[in-house]
Nanobody, 122 residues
């Protein structure tokens, strides 16, 4: 089975920075896209940023210019550098691996991490 393990969440002050990491493990052949989503209390889960295996990125308008997503394909790891944090960035951040091909699975599947809390407050 494929597992995603996130790290790097926590408390930051407005204007501060945090870096999230997510490592996918298992008998993985390829991962088409990796990304970060977030969900604030009472809100729907939303895309923050995503990156394909070829390096094409996609960002939510609310984080453009502040967040940077990157990826290490050899390590099946995705990162989210979050700068100039705002209180409205407070949410649980979830890692996603989309269209994963595994040696153990017959088809492509999507997987989610367990989530990591990011709180921006003074």
């Amino acid at each position: 089975q494929v597992q995603l393990v996130e790290s790097g969440g926590g408390l930051a002050q407005p204007g501060g920075s945090l870096r999230l990491s997510c490592a996918a493990s298992g008998r993985i052949f390829s991962i088409d896209e990796m990304g970060w989503y977030r969900q604030a209390p009472g809100e729907q889960r939303e895309l923050v940023a995503a990156i394909t295996s070829g390096g094409t990125t996609n960002y939510a308008d609310s984080v453009k210019g502040r967040f940077t997503i990157s990826r290490d394909n050899a390590r099946n790891t995705v990162y989210l550098q979050m700068n100039s944090l705002k209180p409205e960035d407070t949410a649980v951040y979830y890692c996603n691996a989309a269209r994963v091909k595994s040696f153990n699975l017959p088809n492509e599947y999507d997987f989610w991490g367990q989530g990591t809390q990011v709180t921006v407050s003074s």
